[in-house]
């Protein structure tokens, strides 16, 4: 006699289940990987770096100017989220895309401080 044909996998729909099961589980359990700071920095050295290549590129100075509440990067004016602020300053980036002057920018957050150090030379942002 033949054997009736043993069913031990799974269905369709119960893998289908599963996997939803899981992913939902994962989406839920899953925290930012990244404050509201560290965005603000992010975006702030994206800036910078674009001003510096547009000096490059056009060969003429272009000024940044970091205020308390708001940041100017040649022709872009950059609104901080309420809860930040930062020190102010100001500095320029040359034809060559040198910066003028050297500074460490603090900002603030409610309960988090991050350090925006603008390096002589290469001009770059660095973030700490």
Same mark, same amino acid.
């Given at each position: 006699?033949?054997? !009736?044909?043993?069913?031990?996998?799974?269905?369709?729909?119960?893998? /289908?289940?599963?996997? /939803?099961?899981?992913?939902?589980?994962?989406? &839920?359990?899953?925290? !930012?990987?990244?404050?509201? /700071?560290?965005?603000?920095?992010?975006?702030?050295? +994206?800036?910078?770096?674009?001003? *510096?290549?547009?000096? #490059?590129?056009?060969?003429?100075?272009?000024?940044? %100017?970091?205020?308390?509440? %708001?940041?100017? #990067? +040649?022709? &872009?004016? #950059? *609104?901080? !989220?309420?809860?930040?602020?930062?020190?102010?300053?100001?500095?320029?980036?040359? +034809?060559?895309?040198?910066?003028? *002057?050297?500074?460490? &920018?603090?900002c603030t957050d409610k309960d988090r401080t991050i350090h /925006? &150090?603008?390096?002589?030379?290469?001009? %770059?942002? %660095?973030?700490?």
């Amino acid at each position: 006699m033949d054997k !009736p044909p043993v069913n031990n996998a799974f269905t369709l729909m119960e893998a /289908l289940l599963t996997l /939803l099961i899981i992913s939902l589980l994962t989406l &839920i359990s899953l925290k !930012p990987s990244i404050s509201h /700071l560290e965005y603000f920095s992010r975006k702030m050295a +994206a800036y910078s770096v674009l001003t *510096q290549e547009k000096a #490059f590129i056009a060969k003429e100075n272009k000024d940044v %100017r970091i205020e308390k509440d %708001r940041a100017y #990067f +040649a022709d &872009i004016e #950059f *609104q901080y !989220p309420p809860s930040i602020s930062c020190t102010p300053f100001a500095f320029h980036y040359n +034809a060559k895309g040198n910066i003028s *002057q050297a500074h460490t &920018i603090q900002c603030t957050d409610k309960d988090r401080t991050i350090h /925006l &150090i603008y390096q002589l030379g290469s001009g %770059r942002v %660095r973030i700490e």
